[in-house]
T-cell receptor, first 116, second 114 residues
């Protein structure tokens, strides 16, 4: 079955450490996204990518970095510069970010990061 | 950006219909109305979307007001598995870049009582 796989599901990190969250999709989608969700809040966009080797900052990109070397993969690195990294991180994909307002997003199950 | 307004929470009884409202008074003519839902500790999942006409699928129905300033997501028979946060979102058909991204507010938390 096609879908998005995020790993790890749970991750603990010490302050000052970088950590990378994996996101892989087999839907042949062009666009991929990373969102952050804090308790009781909606989703906030961190980064998005429309095509391979290209990505754009979202609303809260500071302290995060991404890469898009393959169409299927869009890993997110939470760096030590991120002041409050404890959150639920969601990866998503869609057929094309540009093409149509009708395009829907498919989400992964999420990765919960806790900084100790 | 066109925004949406939803009630913070709603309650329903199992096997009864649920009508989840969404106001979007500043909607433009090219905005699609999307609905997603998020179960606890999971990623959001797509429910339904529409532009002008009412829409039905296996999960729900979407009723869009004639002036498009409001819409209602209808779950015909609520089950315990429908307890989730429901997000109503607008997405412009023409906008690209960051303006084409879905903006998720806090949504409506639906509780379903047995």
């Amino acid at each position: 079955d096609g879908g998005i796989t995020q790993s790890p599901k749970y991750l603990f990190r010490k302050e000052g450490q970088n950590v990378t969250l994996s996101c892989e999709q087999n839907l042949n989608h062009d666009a991929m996204y990373w969102y952050r969700q804090d308790p009781g809040q909606g989703l906030r966009l961190i980064y998005y990518s429309q095509i391979v080797n290209d990505f754009q900052k979202g609303d809260i990109a500071e302290g995060y970095s991404v890469s898009r070397e393959k169409k299927e993969s869009f890993p997110l690195t939470v760096t030590s510069a991120q002041k409050n990294p404890t959150a639920f991180y969601l990866c998503a994909s869609s057929r094309s970010q540009m093409a149509s307002g009708a395009n829907v997003l498919t989400f992964g199950a999420g990765s919960r990061l806790t900084v100790l | 950006d066109a925004k949406t307004t939803q009630p913070n929470s709603m309650e329903s009884n199992e096997e009864e219909p649920v009508h989840l409202p969404c106001n979007h008074s500043t909607i433009s003519g090219t905005d699609y109305i999307h609905w997603y839902r998020q179960l606890p500790s999971q990623g959001p999942e797509y429910v339904i979307h529409g532009l002008t006409s009412n829409v039905n699928n296996r999960m729900a129905s979407l009723a869009i007001a004639e002036d498009r300033k409001s819409s209602t997501l209808i779950l015909h028979r609520a089950t315990l598995r429908d307890a989730a946060v429901y997000y109503c979102i607008l997405r412009d058909v023409f906008l690209g870049g960051s303006q084409g991204n879905l903006i998720f507010g806090k949504g409506t938390k639906l509780s379903v009582k047995p």
